[in-house]
């Protein structure tokens, strides 16, 4: 048993179903379709799905669609996209925006139980009267307005009589409550903006504490599972179900978000790289979010075995990229055809094999998995190595080429170099090497041994590709984590945001890419798109699917071949 596995809301649905309080299990996936997802909420994928799963009950993935002025269709078009590639099929696809006229109608129950009322402060001074964790609130001038003012303010307000911001309607709990969400929070604001799914029907739009818990208890969602910074919010959760009369009521539990080293994860940031062009889009190699996971290389099956190890728990630490990576590779070894890449390439030229013979030798696949059979590769007198792999006055140790030393060319033979040969400025352009022909690999040939085997590509057939390297974004293990809960526009104040927006810019890695100009064997030339490959010392690489063509082939490294990572 790994502790760092176990999942406390397995507990508590085990529980439930075997005291009887539940007969069935239903959980929910609810983005907000404001951005492409990330990582983070792969975690959230993950728990609600497994979980679901493991109990036979059922899963939705429903749009939390509240905010028309950040939301869009294609937003909702690449979270379906993203569910299905990590391997999830939802039972039931809802729009919250589908329930505005049934929370319509609950926020008049509100009114009419004298538990809402229409506010004319404006958003600093509700913030003012809120009070703090120290000091109580103080109740607004409005408070008492009568049911019969409340109702016709509050249809004037859905009639699109008021501007954005005039009134709110409010829920009327307790200003004094130790708790400041239960400090008469907004439930309905003015917005007028157009939505994706509703269009100008609305312009009154229901805030995140009021909708969700309609939403789940709508769809007789059982266990809403959401992330630790709601924890303060479960108190109206239960309010806004109790007092709106649902018949359903679902349980809102938390757990502690992920958070992964060098890397930030909320939407509001990864749009901003977006926005300001320091990444190719969302589905950049280097973004967090699950299409730039995918075009980098990294695969559905590894990171649903990330997300399950790292557990299940109400703490939100940061785990590091480096046990992702763990999981990419295990998931890649089997699986992946092995070949050669030069990424940086130094001429050899093999003086004494014949001018004009080109020969073809066989190579494995995958020695780790020989059903995968071998490849042909062509050897000739001309061939790429990687500069780093001679140096014309090398250190103690250095097995590689350099003059007068012998190394081995993976698949191929054993080589010499005689020759080191300049530019004008003294710059290695080409190196001049002999072969044995005695040596070459599969013939048995055990005469002598050489320290040194390195890679190769035949000059005459190779196909040029690019290599794009990259680094983790920022240069920082651990940014600054979001913590407030993203829940409703009156309580972010947009001065902090732009503060720490700046910030967080500042620390973007300059290092990021890097994009090399190299060689691949001949028989790389039609791979397509999300293909993946071993590069023999160098790691794992995905074609790139947005840049990648047939004239220039683009590779994205995946993850190196070694690390230092220990489970
Ligand atoms: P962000 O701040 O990145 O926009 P969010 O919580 O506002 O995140 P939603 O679209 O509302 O994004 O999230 C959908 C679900 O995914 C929610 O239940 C949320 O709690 C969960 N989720 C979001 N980020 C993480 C994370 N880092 N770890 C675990 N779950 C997450
Ligand atoms: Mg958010
Ligand atoms: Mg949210």
Request: aromatic share 10%; with cysteine; hydrophobic share 35%.
């Amino acid at each position: 048993h790994n502790p760092a596995n176990s999942n406390f809301i397995r507990n508590i649905i085990k529980e439930d179903l075997e005291s009887g309080k539940r007969n069935h299990v239903i959980t929910r996936f609810p983005p907000e379709p404001n951005g492409y997802l990330h990582i983070g909420h792969a975690k959230s994928i993950v728990i609600n799905f497994d979980l679901a799963d493991e109990f036979n009950g059922k899963t939705n993935l429903r749009f939390d669609d509240t905010n028309p002025v950040k939301e869009d269709a294609e937003f909702v078009q690449s979270i379906k996209e993203d569910v299905k590639w990590l391997g999830y099929d939802w039972d039931g696809l809802f729009f919250a925006s589908d329930y505005f006229e049934e929370m319509y109608n609950r926020a008049v129950l509100l009114i009419k139980k004298g538990k809402a009322y229409v506010e004319d402060l404006s958003a600093d001074e509700i913030r003012a009267y809120r009070g703090t964790l120290k000091e109580p609130g103080k109740d607004s001038p409005y408070r008492d307005r009568s049911v019969e003012e409340n109702l016709d303010l509050f249809q004037r307000m859905r009639e699109g009589e008021f501007g954005n911001g005039e009134k709110v309607l409010r829920a009327k709990i307790d200003m004094k409550s130790p708790n400041i969400n239960l400090r008469d929070p907004v439930i309905y604001r003015i917005s007028h903006a157009s939505h994706h799914n509703t269009g100008d029907k609305w312009c009154i739009y229901p805030m995140y504490a009021f909708a969700h818990p309609i939403e789940d208890a709508l769809e007789d969602v059982t266990h809403s599972i959401c992330t630790v910074e709601f924890e303060d919010q479960r108190p109206l959760y239960n309010w806004v179900v109790a007092e709106t009369e649902m018949e359903s009521v679902p349980q809102q539990i938390e757990f502690g978000r992920l958070n992964i080293t060098n890397a930030v994860m909320s939407k509001r940031k990864l749009r901003k790289f977006v926005e300001e062009g320091i990444v190719d889009g969302w589905d950049d190699p280097r973004m967090p979010t699950i299409s730039g996971l995918r075009r980098k290389g990294y695969t559905p099956g590894a990171i649903r075995t990330f997300v399950r190890e790292t557990g299940v728990s109400k703490g939100s630490g940061f785990v590091d990229s480096q046990m992702l990576d763990h999981f990419v590779r295990e998931d890649l070894k089997l699986q992946t055809p092995r070949t050669m890449g030069i990424l940086r390439p130094l001429k050899v030229v093999i003086t004494n094999y014949p001018e004009g013979q080109v020969e073809s030798l066989e190579a494995e696949i995958n020695p780790e998995n020989p059903e995968m059979g071998t490849r042909q590769i062509p050897f000739s007198r001309e061939i790429y190595i990687e500069q780093e792999d001679f140096m014309e006055d090398p250190p103690k140790k250095y097995f590689r080429l350099f003059p007068g030393n012998e190394v081995r060319l993976k698949h191929a033979y054993f080589i010499k170099c005689e020759n080191v040969i300049k530019d004008e400025e003294g710059n290695v352009v080409e190196i001049h090497c002999t072969y044995d022909p005695e040596t070459k690999s599969g013939s048995g040939f055990t005469g002598r041994k050489v320290k040194g085997t390195i890679h190769w590509v035949e000059a005459t057939q190779a196909v040029p590709a690019e290599f794009r390297l990259y680094e983790p974004l920022m240069l920082d293990e651990e940014p600054e984590a979001e913590v407030k809960a993203d829940v409703a526009d009156v309580e972010v104040k947009e001065d902090e945001i732009v503060e720490v927006e700046k910030n967080f810019l500042d620390r973007v890695n300059p290092n990021s890419l890097q994009a090399l100009q190299g060689f691949v064997e001949p028989n790389m030339k039609d791979v397509k798109a999300q293909d993946k490959f071993q590069f023999f010392r160098h790691g794992y690489f995905n074609v790139d699917p947005k840049h990648s063509s047939a004239d220039n082939i683009v590779f994205n490294l995946i993850v190196s071949l070694k690390s230092s990572f220990k489970l």
